[in-house]
């Protein structure tokens, strides 16, 4: 399996940025799918963003032109673009890698939206 360890989650002040990383290790062999998630405390596991191999992506209507998934295939890292936070984006984020044989989750970096 495919190892993914995130990083760029903390404290941010409402209308505030953050950028997550969710790097893998080794290589990825051409993943079919690669998405961030969020859940909050007593919520459910929810698509914030995914992007397919070809590249297109697709949001969740909550984030639309506030968030941004990219990712660089050189450094085999997905990034999440967080603008104009709000509280209620605060939640553990998850990035989430699929492809033929193998799949992977992040440990997952809270975010935190508060004055």
């Known amino acids: 399996q495919v190892q993914l360890v995130e990083s760029g989650g903390g404290l941010v002040q409402p209308g505030g940025s953050l950028r997550l990383s969710c790097a893998a290790s080794g290589t990825i062999f051409r993943p079919n799918f690669m998405g961030w998630y969020r859940q909050a405390p007593g919520k459910q596991r929810d698509l914030v963003a995914v992007m397919t191999s070809g590249g297109s992506t697709n949001y969740a209507d909550s984030v639309k032109d506030r968030f941004t998934i990219s990712r660089d295939n050189a450094k085999n890292t997905v990034y999440l673009q967080m603008n104009s936070l709000k509280p209620e984006d605060t939640a553990v984020y998850y990035c989430?890698?699929?492809?033929?044989?193998?799949?992977?989750w992040g440990q997952g970096t809270q975010v935190t939206v508060s004055s």
């Open positions: 989430y890698v699929a492809g033929s044989g193998f799949n992977s």
